[in-house]
């Protein structure tokens, strides 16, 4: 593999920090007791969702576009998207005072659009995904002369990326193993020049989205290359050509890349909306969803800081992630059933579900369907529930009462 990691260093990223002065936050390490029960591992969250723009993105956007030129950003610059970078870029852009032109995928996430315009960007939509987006920007930078600020393979990204590093070691300086998401490589790159340099003992895994594995893939077979596909609710990762200059780091200093499932992802999401009481995209909560999968090898008690890259999850997507999950965890029951269309029978029914303290939630009762014979109604019920337990027991005891019942999802 072609090592360019010479672009990178300890020396650059601090560099990258002194540019960056306030404008960049300082992001919470925060315990999860929580995580360190369920994972049997000390662990900490590096919160950068909390950071400007809801994501690490601006770290590397703000010291790419500050140390333009005056030429350079009298151009303007453009950029190629899924949602953070944009965001990131935007931000730095307006700060400098100059023209940002986006593209983005025509799938992004509303959220990460509006946020992206209201900084004053343009955002051109293009594609099913970054990389068809990064394509059209190109084409479009050849077109307008702008400066084209790349998402991850470019050294003043990646040592913008690493500044969050030098914090987690200020906050944590005896900090075992950093759990860090991947897609183009950009953080993981920086993250680990850093921690490779002044905290060596320490392990660093990255963490990709199954559906979208190009840095697993060409970190196991040596040479920097496309995955086939891309294909990930985790949109911030979704990237199916990773950049040669972050690989070629990450395969010499990171010691694993492992994978996590679409289904884990959204778990992840659930317990640190609940538990932990934060709100983190797919992206950002990757490392999690590894940690709780047993998917790292980590020693019982180890000090571990899992970074929440992102938190710009969109509320659409938000919502079924939380709906599934409570149906998975026993905590939603719906069942379809059949009455005799009579006065008192939709009562009954009723009276016997919160007599077993189930809360319902939403009732539909449609006797004009053709599905159910004349004189019977057909009857949806959403209840909320404690647990699996308890949904066997609400619709044991409405079998033994004779009631037909068939469970709808879950």
Do not use: W
């Not at 016997?352 to 319902?360: D, R, S």
């Amino acid at each position: 593999m072609t090592a360019r990691s010479g672009e990178v260093s300890l020396e650059s990223i601090v560099a990258a920090r002194l540019r960056m002065g306030n404008v960049v936050d300082r992001t919470p390490l925060d315990y999860s007791t929580t995580l360190t029960r369920l994972a049997g591992v000390h662990c900490y969250l590096k919160l950068e969702n909390l950071q400007k723009t809801g994501s690490f993105k601006i770290r590397g956007a703000y010291n790419k576009i500050a140390s333009l030129s005056e030429e350079e950003k009298a151009r303007g610059v453009l950029a190629a998207s899924a949602g953070n970078h944009a965001q990131g870029v935007a931000c730095a852009a307006a700060r400098a005072g100059i023209k940002a032109t986006i593209v983005m995928p025509q799938n992004a996430p509303i959220a990460k659009i509006v946020a992206t315009r209201s900084y004053g960007a343009e955002v051109v939509l293009y594609g099913r995904g970054y990389d068809d987006a990064y394509q059209q920007a190109q084409r479009l930078q050849q077109e307008s002369g702008a400066t084209f600020i790349h998402a991850f393979d470019d050294p003043l990204i990646i040592a913008g990326q690493g500044t969050c590093a030098l914090e987690i070691l200020e906050q944590l300086p005896d900090v075992d193993a950093v759990v860090v998401p991947a897609g183009g490589g950009g953080l993981l790159a920086g993250i680990s020049t850093v921690i490779r340099a002044l905290r060596p003992r320490a392990k660093i895994i990255g963490v990709q989205a199954a559906g979208a594995p190009a840095i697993y893939l060409s970190c196991r077979e040596g040479v920097c290359r496309a995955a086939e596909r891309a294909v990930s609710f985790a949109d911030g990762i979704c990237v199916r050509q990773p950049g040669e200059l972050p690989v070629s780091i990450i395969s010499r200093l990171a010691d694993e890349i492992v994978l996590v499932e679409e289904e884990e992802i959204a778990r992840a999401i659930l317990i640190l909306l609940e538990r932990c009481k934060v709100v983190a995209e797919g992206a950002g909560a990757v490392g999690v969803a590894a940690l709780l999968q047993g998917k790292v090898n980590l020693a019982p008690g180890s000090k571990v800081v899992v970074v929440v890259s992102g938190g710009n999850i969109d509320v659409n997507m938000l919502a079924v992630i939380i709906e599934r999950g409570l149906v998975e965890a026993g905590r939603r029951l719906f069942l379809r059933t059949v009455l005799e269309d009579q006065p008192g029978q939709l009562q009954h029914l009723l009276a016997l579900v919160a007599e077993l303290k189930g809360n319902i939630i939403a009732v539909t009762h449609d006797r004009t369907t053709a599905r159910v014979p004349l004189k019977q109604a057909a009857v949806e019920l959403q209840v909320e529930t404690r647990d699996a337990a308890h949904i066997e027991e609400i619709v044991g005891r409405l079998r033994e009462q004779g009631y037909t019942i068939e469970r709808v999802g879950g």
